[in-house]
């Protein structure tokens, strides 16, 4: 995988953080434009046994220009974040969502309608395993995303999140939707079982 040319994600001048008035507008704005949305989130690891998962701490929704960064319970967002969320014409598109959908539900209230977990669609490639964002990139975009463990398990929770979790948080997002828009062009046929 890492002799594939390299992805190239997102630049911080097209990623978000959700926050101001303009911020929403600007957001609500992008999505509304497309039925599809790359969808993540990232929640602070827990290292000690036992302890309560307080995640998710930071929801992406990337499109294919920009990438929007929601922080739960910010009084601001969470209004199209619910919105987003819960909503049947927006599919979010992305990797383990089954597991992302109590933690909404605990976190925030909201259900999680209308998804497409693009791992069992690449699995339908011909892969037994499970595959994750990484491994999809390198099979349908024949490129390297470059995952970083320091910032996977980064603190989610930091205020404010530097610019390293800013772009990691976002390019995942952003890439699920990237292999998903590959996919309409090279297995459409998979995506309509789904």
Known sequence: MR?????????????????SKDDLIFAH??????????????????????????????????????????????TTSNELLSEIIQSENIVKV?????????????KLGFKLRSTLDLSVIVRRLGYR????LQAAVAIVLEQY???????????????PLTARQKLYAANDAYASFQVYMKLTEVAKHLLVTA
């Open 3 to 19: 002799e594939l040319p390299k992805f190239e994600g997102l630049p911080l001048e097209r990623i978000c953080l959700v926050r």
């Open 94 to 106: 992305g990797f383990g969502l089954k597991s992302d959908r109590g933690l909404i539900y605990k």
């Open 29 to 74: 704005e992008q999505i509304s434009k497309f039925s599809h949305v790359g969808f993540d989130t990232e929640s602070k690891p827990v290292f000690v046994a036992n302890q309560p998962k307080t995640g998710p701490h930071l929801l992406q929704v990337s499109t294919q220009y920009n990438a929007f960064l929601f922080l739960p319970n910010h």
């Open 145 to 159: 995303l470059q995952k970083s463990k320091s910032l996977t398990t980064s603190n989610w929770a930091r205020n």
């Open 129 to 132: 395993q499970k595959v994750g």
